[in-house]
């Protein structure tokens, strides 16, 4: 196995049958931590109908891009009257 040190890359050479003995004898002998977590949950039971069409593929208005009211067109030059802004 090679791997960065300060002087330079190393190599290190040993068992792969032996590595992969400690591996397992260091996965069998930790600790399984088991976290025990108590929830409160609260449920909300809506006396209504229940609103079925909630589809989000479904587009139900087209949006629409461009202003919401109409512009205003101001002169930008007073004498070139081609050249507006639109506010």
């Keep these: 196995m090679k791997f960065p040190t300060p002087e330079g890359v190393r190599v290190l050479r040993g068992e792969q049958h032996e590595a992969r003995e400690c591996y397992n004898q260091s996965i069998r002998t930790a600790e399984k931590k088991i976290e025990k977590v108590q929830t409160c949950e609260q ?45």
Excluded at 59 to 78: Q, T
């Design 43 to 87: 449920r909300f039971v809506s006396s209504g109908p229940i609103d079925e069409n909630l589809d989000p593929r479904v587009i139900d208005e087209e949006k629409k891009n461009g202003p919401v009211e109409e512009l205003a067109e101001l002169p930008v030059d007073k004498c070139d009257k081609s050249k507006t802004l639109k506010i």
